[in-house]
């Protein structure tokens, strides 16, 4: 079992970028995929990426992928996600998760089948 913590949320203007962390605990984050969600409230859970720490791989969802990016730290245990061109209906609660590598295995894809592993959140409120 790995702690996921966020941090990196805040109040930030439409256009504006802001950098996530998901910094694990506990356990290294080898043999873990790490995917990053959000949820507005009243709404349903996005996915927007997953990265596999085996490889490096990323799977973006299309309709992040001129806007984001993930990557990661090993040294630093964390794994970032880059937010830019941020609109004011990007506000919601960004989460990452973890769940058992795929490619560890030499799947092809890139996002667990179930993530067992969540961080609390942080909150990204876009406004002017």
């Known amino acids: 079992q790995v702690q996921l913590v966020e941090s990196g949320g805040g109040l930030v203007q439409p256009g504006g970028s802001l950098t996530l962390s998901c910094t694990a605990s506990?356990?290294?984050?080898?043999?873990?995929?790490i995917g990053w969600f959000r949820q507005a409230p009243e709404k349903e859970r996005e996915t927007i990426s997953c990265?596999?720490?085996?490889?490096?791989?990323?799977h973006i969802v299309y309709s992040w992928a001129d806007r984001v990016t993930t990557s990661k730290d090993n040294a630093k245990n964390t794994v970032y996600l880059q937010l830019k061109n941020l609109k004011t209906e990007d506000t919601a609660r960004y989460y990452c998760?973890?769940?058992?590598?795929?490619?560890?295995w030499g799947a092809g894809s890139v996002c667990p089948r179930q993530f067992t592993d969540w961080g609390q959140g942080t909150q990204v409120t876009v406004s002017s």
């Open positions: 990265l596999s720490t085996t490889d490096g791989s990323t």
């Open positions: 506990g356990a290294t984050l080898d043999g873990y995929a």
């Open positions: 998760a973890a769940g058992p590598d795929p490619r560890r």
